[in-house]
T-cell receptor, first 113, second 112 residues
Framework: EAQVTQNPRYLITVTGKKLTVTCSQNMNHEYMSWYRQDPGLGLRQIYYSMNVEVTDKGDVPEGYKVSRKEKRNFPLILESPSPNQTSLYFC????????????FGPGTRLLVL | GENVEQHPSTLSVQEGDSAVIKCTYSDSASNYFPWYKQELGKGPQLIIDIRSNVGEKKDQRIAVTLNKTAKHFSLHITETQPEDSAVYFCAARGGSQGNLIFGKGTKLSVKP
């Protein structure tokens, strides 16, 4: 089954404790992206990757890091989480270009205390 | 860069009525306009999209219209059903950068 998976689905952590949210897709997509969803603000892009070893900032990249060492994986790293990073996070992937159909993962709900 | 405005933020209709959600965009070079549906506890899922060389597209009870001159596009759902209740997002692909820019979403409630 074609899908985007994220882990963990739920995470409670404390300020300053490094964490990683994994994202994996099995559709051989070149393009992958991370979004955060906050009430009243919709979906905002954090980082994206056009292909392996190619990453770039989205609209709200501060406090986040990403890496793309393999085509299928695109982890989101929070080196020192803060309460304002409490949010619902989605990973997405698409083929060829970001304008093609994006397939979203199920989301990761993060609470930073 | 691209900016997408979406209205209304909430919409409540009776089952069987029609629902219309409208979006405007700022970048005249934008050429791809998808609509996503997000059900509770799930990620957004594409329901319909339209490209700038087309004015209207239909898929059963769902249709999207695009007015390039006015830079707005709309989602039309006819004969609404309770399972249409969800949050709907419009998006536009910014011409220069190419990433999707999303509207803030519309929470649609269909009352039986």
């Amino acid at each position: 089954e074609a899908q985007v998976t994220q882990n963990p689905r739920y995470l409670i952590t404390v300020t300053g404790k490094k964490l990683t949210v994994t994202c994996s897709q099995n559709m051989n997509h070149e393009y992958m992206s991370w979004y955060r969803q906050d009430p009243g603000l919709g979906l905002r892009q954090i980082y994206y990757s056009m292909n392996v070893e190619v990453t770039d900032k989205g609209d709200v990249p501060e406090g986040y890091k990403v890496s793309r060492k393999e085509k299928r994986n695109f982890p989101l790293i929070l080196e020192s989480p803060s309460p304002n990073q409490t949010s619902l996070y989605f990973c997405a992937s698409s083929s060829y270009s970001p304008g093609e159909t994006q397939y979203f993962g199920p989301g990761t709900r993060l609470l930073v205390l | 860069g691209e900016n997408v405005e979406q209205h209304p933020s909430t919409l409540s209709v009776q089952e069987g009525d029609s629902a219309v959600i409208k979006c405007t965009y700022s970048d005249s070079a934008s050429n791809y306009f998808p609509w996503y549906k997000q059900e509770l506890g799930k990620g957004p899922q594409l329901i319909i999209d339209i490209r700038s060389n087309v004015g209207e597209k239909k898929d059963q009870r769902i249709a999207v219209t695009l007015n390039k001159t006015a830079k707005h596009f709309s989602l039309h759902i006819t004969e609404t059903q309770p399972e249409d209740s969800a949050v709907y997002f419009c998006a536009a692909r910014g011409g220069s950068q190419g990433n999707l820019i999303f509207g803030k979403g519309t929470k649609l409630s269909v009352k039986p």
